[in-house]
Each structure stands twice: as structure tokens, then as C-alpha cells.
């Protein structure tokens, strides 16, 4: 069992979430300068029978509030390890890493990030609502307040009038935009997203992309993402980060300054072709051992 | 995605359609008819033809048969002999007489039930420390194990004695043998359903920060609904088992087990099988009832039944 939180612990961290917290960008713009996620010298190696797998390998990582960061590499870089560790899922063997100014561990506890899986993992057993609310339920929110902010994030995802369905009546598509708005529901200023449409068809793959980064316009979240796609990746990001696998670590961090919203049509211009290729490279840098 | 939405009753609803479906059915029970009819033919013959040669009367096989259709002590009662002792010892006598198989059907039936709710409870709470608890899981679950061991048969007495001697007597020492038989397929398949959840529904727990008793009631258990179901089908039918074999040893005076010793000592071969009947009978019932709310909360938790 990894519960690690003790009943009091949880209650505290409910007391202190301010559940009317508005759901704007506004008042986050005034401290922008502010660091959501700050990683210094993070490693960690796991213990398995082949003997010791280093995941990740002195990690420096600075992420600020409002930035869109995307984690790039091929499969065993450690980017989903990264991401766990940032979400208190993985403790890292040596090095720090703050969330919003405090620990991981105490960040997860104030419930500061949403983790959006690579499977949209709904609990088979609930209705679409009540798995949105299922989050706020554990949180303590009051029942009006629930379904309130169940209908307002089930809208911003667009699947309103889909309260009363089952997850398995559900297109692939609509199942990981409902577990997206379970992550929105209480509001948190980070967002963790793991390959959240890697099991998506493109077309559907590149309308949830826009609605995504409308979404994060409009709310100015932190977002942090994880893809193995280049477009995705430059399409989305403000800055990308590559990774390479054994041990797993940061071979390039690119910024990407196209205006926040942006459409489609941007993966047409030179200046995204440019960022594509230096993501191509290092990707390939980091490759070349095995070639 | 199967039909998940039949209405009923079907608009091309037939019955010959029904008959159709369940043709098998019919067919299995029929060959069992036809089987049991010559069991009886071939396991009462000597019986008979010893009767008739003890008296010196000269048979036809038509009268062999006819006496082994209808012998008073049958080594094997022939179906409709039981049918008749079942409809005689449940409509012959007043609902409250001993005599009745009613009666004795609901002594046990009372005695299955209470122990059926202990067995499920104690199943239930036992599995749920086992999931939370690692080390129980080693110090506890190989008792569990041999405690299944044990012939029933050889516990049942000192239960009852036991229970006897600090003056509880009746209902409840049956229902803790029956308990004590019908716990263990619970325990078994609630630790199986308990730790169904996938790791990345657990994760998701952890990342809201729940704590041990909102993963347990919002996660763990409605996870563990269809592995409960499937155990209760078994334990149920253990428990009916375990209330009629904790009326054999004990000299109890009522209750099926009781009806199946006293046929036993008196030669009562047809009372034995109808007692027999009837408490297949009443698994077939429990099993149904069970299989019936299986099904209202699958519809209700979203399955695609």
C-alpha cells in the first residue's frame, strides 16, 4: 500500500484549500515570476533483480507558474518518472525538488496538481458525474458545491449532457476529456498530463491539443507534459524539454515563444519547423549510442 | 457492448420460442428422470423378488416392476415416491408440527441464514484486515487454511458442547458451525477483490491525498462487488451444508439433519431422500436470490450486463 497520509493529515490539507479558489488566471498573473516546480540534482535509481536501474540522473529543472512544459524522449528516459516524482508518486534517491515552494510530499497533500494518466482510469462503477466529483467528494467540498463544479468542468471539456453515462459509454476521446475534468475540479494550479492522448487517434489527438491549450489560457495553469510526439510537443509547449534514456536525463531545454494562443496553422511556419529539427537532433544526440 | 437493453416482454416473445431455448435444459433433466427410474428398478428388484419368492408367489416382470416402483423400504425411492412424501409431509400436517418437513426446512433454514450474515460479516472484515495488514496475511491466513481442514464433522460436537455448557443451546451453535464453514470462500475472494484495483487507480487516489478508509470505501470495495457476489453463490450453499451437518452429531430434534438421522435410524429411505430434495430445493432458492441481487447492483453500477 502507498497511502502514506494519515487521516488528520488529509483533513488538515482539506481545511486548507480554499474551495471558492476562482478558476481565472488573474490572480496568478502578479507572481508569473514565481517557480511551480524547482528540481536540483534529482537522481533516482531503482532496485531490481538485474541489479540497479538509474531512471534519472541529476535532474536540474526549473518550471515557472503559468508555463506550459512539455517532457520529450524516447521510451525509458524517465520523463513519466519525472513526472511522478514531481507528484510525490516516486520519491527521488538523492537531490530536492519543491512544488509551489514546499515539498513534493506536502504539495500533494494541499492537493496543489491534477494527474491526468495516460488511461483515462474512470471508476467503471460511477457515472460520469460522480466520477468528476469523486475527487471533491474525497476533498470534503460540499454537496451543492460538487455538482455545481462538476457541470462547470464537464461544460469547459464539453460534455455536458454526458453526466448520466457510464465511462464504457464513452468514446476513448470523451473518457480521457471527463478524467480531465475530474483533475480541473478542484482546481489545481499545476497540471500533470502523461501521454494523455498517446492512445488517441490524430484528428481526435489534435482537437483535444487546441481545447487543451485553450483551456490553459484561459485558466493559466501550470501544465507539464509528457509526450513522445515533436509536433505535440512544439505545438503545445513554452518550453521543451528532451530527455534521453540510461541513465535518464535533460539533454536540451528549448523555448518555444509562439503567442499563447495559437492554432493548428502555426505548424506550417518556418519558426516551428526550426524548433521541430532542434527537437529532432537532440533526440537524436541522445540516441546515437545504439546506432 | 452486448444487448444491453432487452426489453421485457419481448415484442417477438413466443412461448415455443422459450421452449426452444431451453430445450438442453429439459433434455439433461429427463436423461436424469430416466437414470434415477432405473437406479430405482435395478437397486429394488432383489428386494422384491426376495418378497415374492419369501412367499412362494409366482411374478410376471410387469409385477417386478410395479413392486419396485412402489416397495415401502426402497434401497432407491423411485421419483414419484418422493414427490408424494414431499407433498404429504409439507401439506399433511399443521405448519408447527413436527412432523412437518416444513417445519424442519425452516429450523435449518434459520440456522443457515444467521450463519450465513456471521460467516459473510466475519468474511468480510477478516478480508479487509488481511489487505490492510501484510503481516496478518502471514500470521493469520495459514490458520485460515487448516482451520478449512478440519472435518466439520469432527469440530461440530465440541462446538455445540462448548456452547452448551455456558447454556447457549438452538440456533445460534448451529449457525457458528455454519458460519465457521461459510467464512472462507468470503475471506478468499474478498482479499482477491480488495486488491483488484489497478495501480493506476490506486495512484489516483494517492494524488487527491485520500486517506486508508476513502480508498477502502470509494475504490477498494465497490471494486471487490463482483468477486463478493461470486463467493456469496458458494457460501451460501456451504452454509445450508454446514447447518444441516451441525444437526447430525448432535442429536438435534428438528431440522433437516435431524430429519435425515431419524429416516436413517427407522429404515425411512423416502423420508430421507425427500429431506434431501428439499434442502436442494432450498440451495436452488438461496443461490437464485443471490444470483437476482448480483445482477440489480451490476445494473446498477453500470455494467453491461
Known amino acids: 500500500m502507498a497511502t502514506a497520509s494519515s487521516p488528520p493529515t488529509a483533513t488538515q490539507a482539506a481545511e486548507r484549500m480554499t474551495p471558492s479558489q476562482p478558476a481565472t ?9 514565481a517557480l511551480t516546480v524547482d528540481a536540483r540534482g534529482v537522481s ?6 538485474d541489479g540497479a536501474v538509474e531512471a534519472l540522473a541529476n535532474i536540474n529543472l526549473q518550471i515557472s507558474d503559468g508555463d506550459f512544459v512539455s517532457f520529450i524522449g524516447p521510451s525509458g528516459c524517465g520523463k513519466t518518472t519525472l513526472m511522478r516524482v514531481i507528484a510525490d508518486l516516486e520519491q527521488p534517491t538523492t537531490g530536492t525538488i519543491l512544488v509551489n515552494g514546499v515539498t513534493a510530499g506536502e504539495a500533494r497533500l494541499k492537493r496543489q496538481y491534477g494527474y491526468i494518466f495516460q488511461a483515462p482510469a474512470l471508476y467503471p462503477w460511477r457515472t460520469i458525474e460522480r466520477n468528476v466529483m469523486l475527487p471533491l467528494e474525497i476533498m470534503g467540498f ?11 468542468y464537464l461544460k469547459l471539456v464539453n460534455l455536458s449532457g454526458f453526466e448520466r453515462k457510464f ?15 475530474r483533475a480541473l475540479s478542484f482546481d489545481p494550479a499545476l497540471l500533470l498530463m502523461d501521454e494523455p492522448f498517446g492512445a488517441l487517434d490524430e ?35 513554452t518550453k521543451i524539454v528532451v530527455m534521453s534514456p540510461r541513465p535518464g536525463r535533460i539533454i536540451d531545454v528549448i523555448l518555444c515563444d509562439f503567442p499563447r494562443a495559437r492554432t493548428l496553422e502555426i505548424r506550417e511556419t518556418p519558426e516551428f519547423i526550426k524548433i521541430a529539427q532542434r527537437v529532432r537532433s537532440g533526440l537524436r544526440s541522445g540516441h546515437s549510442y545504439d546506432e | 457492448m452486448t444487448s444491453s437493453a432487452v426489453p421485457w416482454p419481448r415484442a417477438n416473445w413466443r412461448p415455443t420460442a422459450w421452449v426452444g ?28 423378488r426376495d418378497a415374492f419368492e419369501r412367499n412362494e408367489v409366482k411374478y410376471t416382470f410387469g409385477e417386478l416392476v410395479a413392486g419396485t416402483m412402489e416397495a415401502k423400504r426402497p434401497v432407491v425411492p423411485a421419483p414419484h415416491q418422493v414427490a408424494v412424501e414431499l407433498y404429504d409431509s409439507i401439506f399433511g400436517y399443521p405448519l408447527n408440527s413436527p412432523r412437518n418437513l416444513a417445519y424442519h426446512a425452516w429450523v435449518t433454514l434459520s440456522a443457515t441464514a444467521v450463519g450465513f450474515a456471521i460467516g459473510v460479516i466475519f468474511g468480510i472484515v477478516l478480508a479487509i484486515l488481511i489487505v490492510h495488514l501484510r503481516t496478518l496475511e502471514k500470521s493469520l491466513l495459514p ?9 466439520i464433522l469432527a469440530i461440530a460436537p465440541i462446538i455445540i458442547v462448548v456452547f452448551g455448557a455456558i447454556g447457549i443451546r438452538g440456533l445460534f451453535p448451529k449457525s457458528i458451525i455454519s458460519a465457521y464453514l461459510c467464512f472462507f470462500p468470503v475471506t478468499i475472494g474478498m482479499v482477491k477483490g480488495l486488491t483488484s484495483p489497478d495501480p493506476i487507480e490506486l495512484d489516483l487516489m494517492r494524488t487527491w491525498s ?6 477502502l470505501w470509494k475504490l477498494r470495495w465497490p471494486a471487490s462487488i463482483p468477486y463478493l457476489f461470486a463467493s456469496l453463490k458458494v457460501s451460501v450453499t456451504i452454509s445450508l451444508v454446514g447447518a444441516i451437518v451441525a444437526e447430525l452429531p448432535t442429536g438435534a430434534q428438528a431440522g433437516l439433519g435431524a430429519r435425515l438421522l431419524s429416516g436413517s435410524y427407522y429404515g425411512q429411505t423416502v423420508q430421507i431422500w425427500a429431506a434431501l430434495v428439499c434442502a436442494a430445493v432450498i440451495a436452488t432458492v438461496l443461490i437464485a436470490i443471490i444470483d437476482a441481487i448480483a445482477k440489480l447492483t451490476a445494473q446498477r453500477m453500470g455494467a453491461l450486463t
Not at chain 1, 142 to 152: G, K, L, V
Open chain 1, 142 to 152: 460540499p454537496a451543492s458545491e460538487r455538482r455545481e463544479r462538476m457541470q462547470r
Open chain 2, 210 to 215: 485520500a486517506n486508508k478508509l476513502q480508498v
Open chain 2, 143 to 151: 490458520w485460515i487454511i487448516c482451520s478449512q481442514m478440519v472435518p
Open chain 1, 44 to 49: 533516482l535509481t531503482f532496485q531490481s533483480r
Open chain 2, 21 to 48: 431455448e431451453h430445450t438442453p435444459i429439459f433434455a439433461v433433466v429427463a436423461v436424469l428422470f430416466v437414470l434415477w427410474y432405473l437406479a430405482a428398478f435395478f437397486m429394488n428388484a432383489p428386494l422384491v
Open chain 1, 167 to 181: 465511462p464504457w459509454q464513452l468514446s476513448g476521446g470523451m473518457q480521457q476529456r471527463a478524467s480531465i475534468a
Open chain 1, 25 to 33: 488566471g488573474a490572480p496568478r498573473a502578479a507572481n508569473a515570476s
Open chain 1, 203 to 237: 484528428i481526435v489527438r489534435d482537437h483535444l491539443n487546441e481545447q487543451l491549450l485553450r483551456l490553459w489560457d484561459q485558466t493559466g495553469k501550470t501544465v507539464v507534459f509528457v509526450t513522445h510526439s515533436i509536433p505535440e510537443a512544439v505545438f503545445l509547449s
